[in-house]
């Protein structure tokens, strides 16, 4: 199997580091406005849900809807906190949407990042920026769903597996910050919030990912109900 690298994505800057808690929150500015107390942070929350960019957001829905509906797979992942909530996401989609009954259908989904053995052979016997990439290679089909997090969008071993994602005819999702780093460029869908604070843009990815499982689950609830109307008239 050809070893992928990151040698076809361009050159790919530091990514942003927020130091320690209260250097991310008091240090960090958005729009030349320091977030000095908790009234400030929450006031600044606020401007950027107003800013959110929510026709990515349904776009996103969409896809992962459609996923569920032609039982393609779904892949997540990302690093630190947006490992723990690519977990966090795929527990929603896998076990949330279970709504009928144990035979139905289901969210075909799974978190790379939650493989510790072989995420460490992989950082070991090759890279860290292998991590994600080689674990598509074993699963990825054209139509399925690549979805990766990044706070920064500068994560190479992300952005690679984005890459690798794209190459074998996947439809790519991005959910990131700042201004969205390389990610747009690998991303069919690239989910930007609006600010330079990390803990903010932490805090809406995980409001985000809520919102996709939400709306998700409720079209099918509709599906299902739908399902259930129409199978009772024919018995009528």
């Avoid at 977030?35 to 929510?54: G, M, R």
Wanted: with cysteine; charged share 15%; proline share 4%.
């Amino acid at each position: 199997m050809q070893k992928h690298t990151s040698a076809s994505i361009i050159e790919m800057p530091a990514p942003p580091r927020s130091g320690t808690l209260l250097e991310g929150i008091a240090g960090t500015t958005r729009a030349s406005t320091a977030i000095a107390n908790a009234h400030s942070y929450f006031a600044n929350y606020s401007e950027v849900i107003s800013e959110l960019p929510y026709r990515d957001i349904e776009q996103a829905v969409d896809v992962l809807y459609e996923a569920y509906r032609e039982d393609r797979r779904v892949f997540l992942f990302g690093n630190g906190g947006s490992a723990a909530l690519a977990s966090h996401l795929a527990c929603d989609l896998g076990k949330g949407t279970c709504l009928a009954g144990a035979r139905e259908r289901r969210f075909r989904v799974l978190a790379l990042t939650d493989n510790i053995p072989l995420i460490t052979a992989w950082a070991n016997d090759t890279s860290y920026e292998q991590i994600f990439a080689e674990q598509l290679c074993n699963f990825i089909q054209p139509g399925d769903v690549a979805f990766g997090i990044s706070s920064s969008g500068s994560s190479p071993n992300v952005l690679l597996a984005l890459q690798v994602a794209r190459e074998l005819g996947a439809t790519t999702i991005g959910l990131t910050g700042f201004k969205g780093g390389q990610m747009p460029a690998l991303c069919n869908i690239c989910i930007i919030i609006p600010s330079d604070n990390m803990q903010i843009i932490e805090d809406l990815q995980l409001s985000i990912s809520h919102a996709l499982f939400t709306v998700i689950r409720h079209r099918i609830t509709g599906q299902n109900l739908s399902t259930m109307t129409s199978a009772a008239t024919v018995a009528a």
